[in-house]
């Protein structure tokens, strides 16, 4: 299965659909990196506070570095500037990489006002090129403009919360009006109640497909990247095979209208775990 690219605004490209691995326990994510990479992913989506790096790290030995795209992603305890640059070491040591292709700023904090010297210490490690591409996760639409204003580098992409049920379209607007790209994290929902949503059923059935894929392509058509999590083999291959069908404009709409802004996650304007 091969995922297509999309272009960065710095310049890079990466996979539309990637690998998440939140929640999986270090010892485990070897293999489900591994069975990942079998089915054709190849960008992978970690985090230092997911504790699985070096899990993650193992498996990725096993396929040229030129042909991967790992993301990984700063924790809310190490914002700031000389903090960032050590835990940036302690992340990249622990994949046993010399580079990655994106790091994000995890959450921003809003509260604790370091964000924007977090995001310029991301611009340092983008200039050594230790970080290809540099990005946010969680940004609002008021930090992102913050971030805009007041910095030199627009981020490549904000990783947000974004499903059928939390549609996003205010940050998605404004990621467009700044060439910015959204990537879609929970794409499922986390498997809770949306894939029971009898509307993704009954589209899915018309195509051929799970409600799962339904959702994965719904997001896709829509322009996001995607990084959907599963840890069983079979799941693993299904949510990669969503290149060999597309939604009709019918089916969009009738998508677009399960928007409830409702979150599985916490909510990034009051969220500071671990700081
Ligand atoms: P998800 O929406 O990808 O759901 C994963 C869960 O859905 C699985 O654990 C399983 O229970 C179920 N599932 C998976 N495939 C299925 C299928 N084909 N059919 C039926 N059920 C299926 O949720 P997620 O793991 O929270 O998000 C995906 C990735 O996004 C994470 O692994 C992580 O990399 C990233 N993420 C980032 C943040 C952030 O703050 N930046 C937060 C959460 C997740």
Redesign the pocket.
Known sequence: MTVPNMDLIDGRAMPQLG??????PDDEAERAVTTALQHGYRSI???AV?QNERGTGRALRDVPRDELFVTT?LWNSDHGRDKTLRAFDASLERLGLDYVDLY?I??PMPQNGTYLETWRALEELQRDGRARSIGV??FTVETLRHVLAETDVVPAIN???L?PYLQQAGLRALHAEHGIRTEA????????GL?NDPALAEIGRAHGR????VALRWSLQLGNVV??????PS??A??IDVFGFELTADDMKRIGELDQGTR??PDPATFAAGA
């Open positions: 690998f998440g691995v939140f929640q999986v989506d970690t985090a997911y992603k994000l995890h959450w996760s969680n990783q947000i919360e499903h994290w929970s794409p499922l929902g986390q498997g809770k894939l799970t409600p799962a894929q990084i959907p999590k599963s840890v069983t799941r693993i299904e949510n599985v996650g």
